[in-house]
């Protein structure tokens, strides 16, 4: 890892959630409520909980997991949230076990962004739901992002919406995806077997 996310998690404490523009949240909040009562949601990637804090706002009655390999962005996370120190591209969970996973401003920094999803799939039950929010390398302050961490030495994997839509297909998921100005949130499911 190129950015040092073992020392920042005071930054994204702070300023994390604003990464996130305003028209994300009601996409995020409508998906949440789609989910069964006590759902068990990973939110991969999750760094200090920026998402699950929301998620937890929003609904109360979740199981919320926060995934992710720096112990410094983990250690924020905050109450009713539980932590496990991993990367997605090996998770620790069993097959079919898990109701929902998100990924909020992540997914392209991971080493393997394509086993991540793999990952996502095999620990999804069937039926299960995807939520993921990121930059399209190719398009408005997503070019900016792009070559941004490209240049602090980070994996930079980004995917276009549609590369990502096709991705996950192959993965048996049905996809949906709203872009606005170059960030995209695409929801998932995963079809039944
Ligand atoms: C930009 S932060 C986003 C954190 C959080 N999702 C948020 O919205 O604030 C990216 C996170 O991805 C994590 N990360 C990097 N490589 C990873 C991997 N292979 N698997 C899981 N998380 C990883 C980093 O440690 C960091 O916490």
New binding site residues.
Partial sequence: ?A?P?ERLGWL?VRY?KR??PDWADPLLFDWLQTLPRGALLL??????G??AAEARRERPDLRLVV????VG?LKHAGEGVDTVV????ELPFADAGVDAVM????LH???DPKQ?LAEAARVLKPGGRLWIYDFDPRRGLGRWVFWGERLLGEPANFYAPLELQDVLSSLGFSVAFHERGGRYVLQATLLLG
Avoid: K, N, S, W
Wanted: avoid cysteine.
């Fill in positions: 890892m950015i996310f994204f994390g990464v996130y939110d991969l990637g999750g760094g200090t920026v998402l995934v992710d390999p720096a962005m991993a990367r997605a591209e990924l909020g401003e992540a920094h991971f080493q991540a």
